[in-house]
């Protein structure tokens, strides 16, 4: 079992700047790839930003040139940078970490519980 905890998410004024913060516990093996998904009121489920155990990233096409995302793999702690922020960022950020794999090889993939982000205009 592994337990994600995030944190950073809040109100913050169009223009402004958040960090968001998810570290990962429990008894695993390794972690391939960990990110970042947002869901706003009344909307799909979207990436925000992935990035895998070797550094390599993807972003969503929505917030590509302003967030950043950033892994530290000796604390399994994911980070995402989000600068210039708009009013359509405002969604639940969710962690995810995929491919968590254990010490029998089997791996699996954990959700957050989400962090609120609120942009105001």
């Known amino acids: 079992q592994v337990h994600l905890v995030e944190s950073g998410g809040g109100l913050v004024q169009a223009g402004g700047s958040l960090r968001l913060s998810c570290a990962a516990s429990?008894?695993?093996?390794?972690?391939?790839?960990m990110g970042w998904y947002r869901q706003a009121p009344g909307k799909q489920h979207k990436l925000v930003a992935v990035?895998?155990?070797?550094?390599?990233?993807n972003y969503g096409d929505s917030v590509k040139g302003r967030f950043t995302i950033s892994r530290d793999n000796a604390k399994n702690t994911v980070y995402l940078q989000m600068n210039s922020l708009k009013p359509e960022d405002t969604a639940v950020y969710y962690c995810?970490?995929?491919?968590?794999?254990?010490?029998?090889?089997?791996?699996?993939?954990?959700w957050g519980q989400g962090t609120q982000v609120t942009v105001s205009s």
């Open positions: 995810n970490a995929q491919d968590v794999t254990y010490s029998d090889l089997t791996s699996y993939n954990y």
């Open positions: 429990g008894s695993f093996l390794s972690i391939n790839a």
């Open positions: 990035i895998t155990s070797g550094g390599s990233t």
